[in-house]
């Protein structure tokens, strides 16, 4: 059975850092791309960045480039999600997800609050 | 950008009566398009990928359409489970990847 599991999130002052941690297990990890996809509180889902299976394509959205950055761990199975110089509009869920296009698979999501 | 409009915002209907649900795209996306539901404090759930490919799992009432800049969820027959928020997210023209901002199935 696929499972992500996120961590990491928390409470946050503006203009702090925060890193988030997916775990995943019960597929070949190091085959798969990855990505984050977040939901601010009562709003839709926006993606936010990619990273593909080896390391070699990673992508942001625009709201969040320069600030956040994505890696992974094949060996770990693990993808992470450095954020930094955060903002209240930075708050939300994040999900973690796997795939290249549609998603299937999600995580259960991690809650970051940017709050002083 | 490809932008992805959703209508309507909100959708009343009965439990049994069909639900339809579009979603259109700023520029073609071919059949590069997914739908979703998403239940209160849950992650969302794939329900139609390639425009018209049920996924794994989801009930034959759950359908999908269109190609190119109009797209359609209908569900046959609503039942008390379905009523949550759907939305579409374009996967033909990225970076980056888009959703549209949901649409609302409540109760009528």
């Known amino acids: 059975e696929v499972q992500l599991v996120e961590s990491g999130g928390g409470l946050v002052k503006p203009g702090g850092s925060l890193r988030l941690s997916c775990a995943a297990s019960?597929?070949?990890?190091?085959?798969?791309?990855m990505n984050w996809v977040r939901q601010a509180p009562g709003k839709g889902l926006e993606w936010v960045s990619s990273?593909?299976?080896?390391?070699?394509?990673?992508y942001y959205a625009d709201s969040v480039k320069g600030r956040f950055t994505i890696s992974r761990d094949n060996a770990k199975d693990s993808v992470n999600l450095q954020m930094s110089s955060l903002r209240a509009e930075d708050t939300a869920v994040y999900y973690c997800?796997?795939?290249?296009?549609?998603?299937?698979?999600w995580g259960q999501g991690t809650l970051v609050t940017v709050s002083s | 950008e490809v932008v992805m409009t959703q209508s309507p915002a909100t959708l009343s209907v009965s439990p049994g009566e069909r639900a339809t649900l579009s979603c259109r795209a700023s520029?073609?996306?071919?059949?590069?398009l997914a739908w979703y539901q998403q239940k209160p404090g849950q992650a969302p759930r794939l329900l139609i990928h390639?425009?018209?490919t049920r996924a794994t799992g989801i009930p034959a009432r759950f359908s999908g359409s269109g190609s190119g800049t109009e797209f359609t969820l209908t569900i046959s027959s609503l039942q008390s489970e379905d009523f949550a928020v759907y939305y579409c997210?374009?996967?033909?023209?990225?970076?980056?990847?888009?959703f549209g901002l949901g649409t609302r199935v409540e109760i009528k």
């Open positions: 390639g425009a018209s």
């Open positions: 997800t796997r795939g290249d296009g549609d998603y299937v698979h």
């Open positions: 990273i593909s299976s080896s390391s070699n394509y990673i």
């Open positions: 520029q073609s996306v071919s059949t590069n």
């Open positions: 019960g597929f070949t990890f190091s085959t798969y791309t």
């Open positions: 997210q374009q996967y033909d023209d990225w970076p980056p990847w888009t």
